[in-house]
């Protein structure tokens, strides 16, 4: 199904939105069937999204104006949703057409857009997952980043928890998911020792990932990133490919905690922020404690191809 093309008088809320003090955060939600300011988006407490954490989603942003891949974040979404048998009434055009409204509705030229679905709830209360009826919803708020100016500066503290990522045989990590106890209870592992955010490791001691972020590590030039029990990022595999395009090297494969605490330059990667610099780790320097010059050309090259029409799209504003 095709959506409406979004202008402000097919929208009459729009006019009066931004005096809304409830509006925050300022933004557009796509739910059944209507955009609405975000302040009046409401689910039903029966849904299993909530309940029981079974939903799948996807995260794609915006930035001067144009979507980031949005084709990849597509393709990973509609990757979930087959994968956890779950179905919505639009097709990939479909999805992208109410996306696109959310953010133009929402007038945002940097923006964090959600795609998600959850397995809903049954009429008849039945715990019967098939007798769910899925629920699609999106929206558009402010671009966010994990890390803030002064640690995209300096590159984030980062602390290494001993909780244990969810294992990829108990959940599929390629059907991105809200599964996050793990993550959060990781980040109050880092907040205890006075870190900006965590990584957590996978069921063999090596590293996985942090909340809502891959890791990179880099050794005398060559580039290695976690391969099992994470995320795909759509980030990491951005930094794939401007490695191949810059003849650098880059490979997905066990990365320990010694070979990290030994790497020459570390960065985490994600839609969340894109390129960002790590500089200590659990309270010791990476290298000289400085953001390296690897790390300082990706980011470079990350935004940059933000113009590129081969990788974003403009964005159909009214
Ligand atoms: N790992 C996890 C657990 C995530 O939630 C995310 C993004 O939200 C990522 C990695 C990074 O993925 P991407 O680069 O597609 O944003």
Redesign the pocket.
Known sequence: MSQAAATPANFPFLSDRHLDPHAYPDGVVFLDGQYLPMSQAEISVLDWGFLHSDATY??VHVWDGRFFRLD??LD?FFGGLEKLRMTIPFDRDGVADILHNCVALSGHRAAYVEMLCTRGASPTFSRDPRQAVNRFMAFAVPFGSIANAEQLRRGLHVAISDKV?IPPASID?SI??YH?LD?VRGLYDAYDRGADTALILDFNGNVA??????VFCVKDDKLSTPAVG?????????VFDLCAEAGLSAVATDVGVTALKAADEVFI????GGVMPVTTIDGAPVADGKVGPITERLMALYWKRHEDPAWSSAVRYP
């Open positions: 996807d995260t990849l974040h990973r990522r990590p991105k998911n996050w993550l990932e942090g909340p809502g972020f891959n994470v995320l795909p990022g759509i980030t990491r595999r951005t990667t994600s839609t969340a």
